[in-house]
């Protein structure tokens, strides 16, 4: 398993157009205003928008609808509490993104406790701004409370896959977390 770099993220996701974000907006705030679910409810914290979007385009490569509210909203932060929840409840997973020494506003320690509470499948995607030669992640302050996301090749089938892990001896397949319910998976 290894974690998410920010080297490899822009060697992998980073190139794109400004048409592909735009279109990329528009069409996740059009699905946000909808009744369809998403499987992921982004969650970031001061994260350029360059990298909200290479995120954004590895979960959907990859297969899972992505929901970033305040990257969609033309006023960045500016949906009421019950708009939140709202869309909260259309996702699958909160998945928390951001370098590890980053702080969390107030608010957003309010979706992660509201969406934790409801849903209980709450995950942190570290994005390093070195490459270690780890593949362990040690969260600080609220990230530490939550497995991890990594990625890894999928044994016998020769394709890269996304990992939930407690540790590196600990992990299930990300499809499997989304779908399993929390109270029965054995890590």
């Not at 969609?72 to 993104?97: A, D, F, Q, W």
């Not at 969390?104 to 709450?122: K, P």
């Amino acid at each position: 398993m290894d974690l998410f770099t920010l080297k490899g993220m822009k060697q992998k996701y980073g190139s794109f157009t400004d048409a592909e974000v735009r279109s990329c907006k528009e069409e996740m705030e059009a699905r946000g205003k909808t009744g369809n679910l998403f499987d992921i409810y982004l969650l970031h914290s001061m994260l350029p928008d360059s990298m909200i979007y290479m995120t954004i385009r590895m979960f959907r490569e990859k297969g899972y609808s992505v929901y970033a509210d305040t990257w969609t909203s033309p006023e960045k932060g500016k949906h009421s509490r019950s708009e939140i929840e709202v869309i909260m409840r259309k996702c699958h997973s909160l998945v928390i993104t951001g370098y590890k020494e980053q702080r969390y506003t107030w608010e957003q320690h309010w979706q992660i406790g509201y969406f934790s509470s409801f849903r209980n499948r709450v995950a942190v995607l570290p994005i390093l701004k070195k490459d270690v030669n780890s593949n362990v992640y040690k969260g600080e302050g609220i990230c530490s409370w939550f497995p991890y996301i990594g990625t890894g090749i999928v044994f016998m089938e020769n394709r890269e896959a996304l990992w939930v892990m407690q540790d590196p001896k600990r992990c299930v397949d990300f499809t499997y977390w989304l779908e399993k319910d929390p109270g029965y998976i054995e890590w």
